[in-house]
């Protein structure tokens, strides 16, 4: 089955294109570096033709509400028409736990529009909601610093290792669709700042973490399920202790 990962390059993608390979599937990156760009529709229908899935991982390259807005609306309707042309006949697409919740914030906003758009094509789809990455806790804490101190929110999070969320979106991209959204976190939750504690004593960061629920999540205000999901529909396998691990091995190889 030949399978296009649009954002094929990025975080996900790079997991996801080799595991629907080692499964027997023709998986091809679809993005800027391979010379499709779902902004302008340029080599769209070149890389979709002969597809019969259609995995969206792609992101904005700029959180700016006007261009974020912008970058999932178009985007998305070129590449839900350049589908209807080729024939796809699943599309899968990569969304975040909670977007319909945290209104102030114009990301989430633009992914609400982006699922709305799915939701209203005639091409089966299916929609995978995720909670945060652990790869992003140190993002997470750098936004959040001021003179070493990190002001977090008690709300909790439960977030999932980015190799679960490529196994994910492979497993569902090479099942029926389900025509609905569907949700993936990780197996531990506690609060923002007691996960962000707990990844700087992992990685020997000496900053003083404070919970404070009126300092938001980059900016946007957090209600009483924070960033878990509502259901437990789907929970990756993968541990924070277990990602930690990997990671220090990952970084010891490379030196």
Not at 118 to 143: K, N, V
Not at 165 to 170: C, F, G, K, N, Q
Not at 230 to 253: C, M, S, V
């Amino acid at each position: 089955m030949k399978i296009i990962v649009v954002g094929g390059s990025g975080l996900i993608g790079r997991r996801l294109i080799p595991l629907l390979r080692d499964q027997g599937h023709d998986a091809q990156p679809a993005s800027p570096s391979t010379g499709v760009n779902t902004l302008s529709g340029q080599g769209l229908d070149e890389a979709l033709n002969g597809a019969t899935v259609v995995i969206d991982v792609s992101n904005s390259p700029s959180f700016e509400e006007d261009d974020v807005m912008q970058f999932f609306t178009v985007s998305t309707r070129n590449l839900l028409a350049a589908e209807a042309r080729a024939g796809v006949t699943h599309h899968v697409a990569l969304s975040v736990v909670g977007a319909d919740r945290i209104r102030d914030s114009a990301y989430m906003r633009a992914k609400v529009a982006q699922e709305k758009l799915i939701q209203s094509s005639p091409i089966p789809f299916t929609i995978l909601r995720t909670t945060q990455f652990f790869e992003f806790l140190g993002t997470i804490a750098d936004q959040s610093t001021a003179d070493r101190v990190i002001r977090l929110p008690s709300a909790p999070m439960q977030p999932v290792a980015a190799n679960d969320v490529a196994e994910t979106l492979a497993d569902i991209a090479t099942g029926p669709a389900a025509n609905r959204i569907c949700d993936l976190a990780g197996p531990e939750s506690l609060s923002i700042a007691e996960f962000i504690e707990r990844y700087l004593l992992s990685n020997g960061d000496n900053r003083t973490v404070i919970r404070d629920d009126h300092s938001g999540y980059f900016g946007a205000h957090l209600d009483q399920l924070g960033l878990v999901p509502e259901t437990t529909e789907r929970i990756g396998r993968t541990n924070f202790d277990e990602w930690q691990n990997r990671q220090t091995k990952l970084e010891f190889a490379t030196k």
